[in-house]
Nanobody
Framework: QVQLVESGGDLAQAGGSLRLACVASGRILMNNAMGWYRQVPGKQRELVANITSGGSTTYADSVKGRFTISRANDKYTVYLQMNNLKPEDTAVYFC????????????????WGRGTQVTVSS
């Protein structure tokens, strides 16, 4: 019923910047929260940043001060502005959403995008 599609992953140099975007589409009644996770092969997926429908944000300590999460006015798109990139930021970045589905029973569910690769070279 709901899809999340990421874009913006690319190769960047250390100290450079990238901006990721995630668009939610489908039978959405309310997009309560969206965020970004990242995963390196062999390691657990970790939270990078999260934003609620009210605009409250959280960040991993490793990215705080360098990354900024934001939402478009329509609440269906979330961005991750990544500045001062470091090689350790290299990972597949996944979009995440906690979404109330438009249906006879308005249920809340968790959705994931398929990921976008970010590679930071030194």
């Amino acid at each position: 019923q709901v899809q999340l599609v990421e874009s913006g992953g690319d190769l960047a140099q250390a100290g450079g910047s990238l901006r990721l975007a995630c668009v939610a589409s489908g039978r959405i009644l309310m997009n309560n929260a969206m965020g970004w996770y990242r995963q390196v092969p062999g390691k657990q997926r970790e939270l990078v940043a999260n934003i609620t429908s009210g605009g409250s944000t959280t960040y991993a300590d490793s990215v705080k001060g360098r990354f900024t999460i934001s939402r478009a006015n329509d609440k269906y798109t979330v961005y991750l502005q990544m500045n001062n990139l470091k090689p350790e930021d290299t990972a597949v970045y996944f979009c995440w959403g906690r979404i109330v589905v438009l249906s006879l029973s308005q249920y809340e569910a968790e959705y994931w995008g398929r990921g976008t690769q970010v590679t930071v070279s030194s």
